[in-house]
């Protein structure tokens, strides 16, 4: 049975066929305490958890000159094998060996004639570990769909789940190229049907219409701002195929404490840490650290309740600069506190999802062919990605192995030459820094810079009898953000 892709799932495909040298594979890697499974017994694991992920074995087809959206379909020759790798890294198994052999996992773009995800074994971590590399295209989830998965595959007991869901799958028939694109000029047909019936339910609710429209114009306005270049840096550029990877690590009950004595919220902070490393970075290449020197794209989950574990992306964004200009760590908080509260009470991340649920009710072509050629012009505006997805609070297990620590990994492409993704899990909070192997080779840098801007951060807010606590300056935009709060991705 044939499932469409929205056109932002698509559009994670259609970067890829434009631009050779990008993987938009997401990431995440668990490691776990051992003695690591045999490979047969992790195969037999994966296998009794395959009825409840259905897209582990589906593939991707796309419809002849775009007339449609691609579709999932059922692989008849899905192998279980091919999907599960095994490899171990060389004694001692150091931290540095394990993210040189992520960004080596990731540069590689997944088999787009199979259903589009892997799972490696890594064996041979210090002390016994060894972890789990889950790599799933971003077609297929975002970052909340994609911690779903975990719940899926892993147990929240080291007991484990008593009774394995029933597999009775059998593929349907995959459909011909001629029978897809049939389907595809019926949908086209049918599209002005489908356009007229929303107008219609748009009129009848006249006062709903005109607030979402007037909410829509004044989030478009604020994202006309986005166009504006960044100075220019070595921050941007060309990029190749090869990635680096590097990790970081924090409490996640000290973000949380400093969040709490500065007034803001946990997201702030983890951009302000992240914000001081770029600045480092920008001032050890002797380049100019300016207000408008990193601007960042920040994913914002527009999910409704009870839609977590719904696999494709629900995201927005927002376009925030990082306030790299600003050398104290607590006062680079505060700035970063007042501009995300601007950029929501803005209604940016509103108006980029009306942007993408207006365009799952146009004709498809028109709104493909406009990806294709937008991922050929140099784009200027956006300097890295930063996003933040909240993990399981609890520890999960895995053939009775407990999950040590979760590391998160974003993809990077047109001209980001690095990006940081931010995951908690139980009380830590992990940064994957990525970064473009030749444009980028500071990652392991960034990395440690970030840990020192948090370890900055928590000696600013630290409780002092002599002095009052640092508070963050309320923005006058704040209560109306709070009207309308934003969850990162």
């Not at 799972?119 to 590399?133: D, F, M, Q, S, T």
């Not at 059998?170 to 049918?190: F, V």
Request: hydrophobic letters at 40%.
């Amino acid at each position: 049975m044939a499932d469409r892709m929205s056109p932002l799932d698509a559009a994670f495909l259609n970067l890829e066929d434009e631009q050779p040298e990008v993987s938009m594979a997401i990431s995440s890697v668990a490691v776990l305490e051992g003695p690591p499974p045999s490979h047969e017994e992790f195969l037999a694991a994966i296998r009794a958890r395959l009825p409840l992920v259905a897209r582990y074995r589906q593939k991707a087809r796309q419809v002849p000159l775009d007339l449609g959206p691609p579709i999932w379909v059922d692989d008849p020759g899905f192998e279980l094998g091919y999907h599960v790798r095994r490899v171990a890294l060389a004694p001692p198994g150091g931290d540095a060996a394990l993210c040189d052999l992520i960004g080596d996992i990731m540069s590689q773009r997944l088999d787009r004639a199979r259903p589009l995800w892997e799972y490696w074994v890594i064996e041979g971590l210090a002390e016994g570990r060894w972890a789990l590399v889950s790599k799933v295209h971003h077609c297929m989830v975002d970052g909340v769909s994609g911690t779903q998965l975990y719940y899926a595959i892993f147990d929240e007991s080291p007991e484990g789940a008593a009774n394995p869901a029933e597999d009775a799958w059998a593929p349907d028939d995959e459909p011909s190229t001629l029978s897809l694109t049939a389907d595809a000029l019926r949908d086209l047909l049918r599209n002005p049907v489908e356009q007229t019936r929303m107008i219609g339910r748009a009129l009848a609710a006249p006062r709903a219409t005109a607030q979402s429209v007037a909410a829509a114009a004044r989030g478009l306005l604020a994202l006309t701002g986005g166009l504006r270049p960044t100075t220019p840096s070595t921050l941007t550029g060309s990029i190749g195929e090869y990635r680096r990877y590097a990790a970081a690590r924090a409490s996640l009950s000290d973000v949380k404490e400093v969040a709490h004595r500065a007034g803001v919220t946990f997201n702030d902070v983890v951009l302000a840490a992240i914000s001081g490393a770029y600045r480092s970075l920008l001032l050890q290449r002797g380049e100019e650290a300016g207000p408008y020197a990193v601007r960042s794209l920040v994913p914002v989950s527009v999910r409704a309740q009870g839609e977590e574990g719904v696999l494709e992306n629900r995201i927005s964004l927002m376009l925030a600069f990082l306030p790299v200009h600003v050398a104290d760590p607590a006062e680079r908080l505060r700035a970063v506190h007042e501009h995300l509260t601007e950029l929501k009470a803005s209604g940016e991340a509103q108006a980029g999802a009306a942007i993408t649920t207006l365009a799952g009710h146009e004709p498809y072509p028109p709104v493909s062919w406009g990806m294709r050629l937008a991922a050929h012009v140099p784009q200027r505006q956006i300097v890295t990605v930063t996003t933040n997805v909240p993990g399981p609070p609890r520890p999960l297990y895995l053939l009775g192995r407990r999950a040590l620590e979760i590391l998160p990994y974003v993809p990077i492409a047109s001209r980001l030459r690095t990006g940081v993704s931010i995951f908690s899990y139980c009380d830590q909070v992990t940064f994957g820094v990525t970064g473009d192997h030749a444009g980028a080779p500071e990652v392991a840098q960034l990395a440690r810079s970030i840990e020192s801007e948090l370890w900055e951060l928590r000696r600013a807010y630290r409780p002092s009898r002599t002095q009052p606590r640092k508070t963050a300056k309320r923005s006058p935009a704040r209560a109306k953000a709070k009207r309308t709060e934003l969850h990162p991705v």
